[in-house]
C-alpha cells in the first residue's frame, strides 16, 4: 500500500481541479488574454501543483520511510531517506 492510498481521492480531485486550471490557461491564450492576468494564472497552477507535490512527499516519509526506519533492514531505512531527500530537492528547484 503507498503511502498517500487513504488520500487518493482528494489527490484526485486535486488534480482534476489543476487539470482544469491547465485546460483555463490553453483558453485564455487562445483568446489572446492580458499577459499579466495569464501568469497570475499560471503561478496558481504551480502553486497548486506543489501543494499536491508537499503533500505526497509528507504522505511518502510518514507512512513509507518511517516504515522502513522502524523496520530491522537499516540499509534499506537509508535508502528511503536518500530518495525523500532527492524527492525534496526536485521540489525545492521546481
Known amino acids: 500500500m503507498r ?14 481541479r489543476i487539470e482544469g486550471q491547465v485546460r483555463g490557461l490553453q483558453r485564455m491564450i487562445e483568446e ?21 507535490g508537499l503533500g505526497l512527499l509528507d504522505e511518502h516519509i510518514r507512512h513509507c520511510v518511517a516504515d522502513a526506519a522502524r523496520g530491522e533492514d537499516t540499509e534499506r531505512a537509508d535508502e528511503m531517506v536518500s530518495e525523500a531527500l532527492r524527492a525534496v530537492e526536485r521540489l525545492v528547484r521546481s
Open 3 to 16: 503511502g498517500y492510498t487513504i488520500e487518493k481521492d482528494d489527490y484526485l480531485k486535486r488534480l482534476r
Open 32 to 52: 489572446d488574454t492580458y499577459c499579466i492576468d495569464v501568469l497570475t494564472q499560471v503561478s496558481a497552477a504551480t502553486r497548486a501543483l506543489q501543494g499536491v
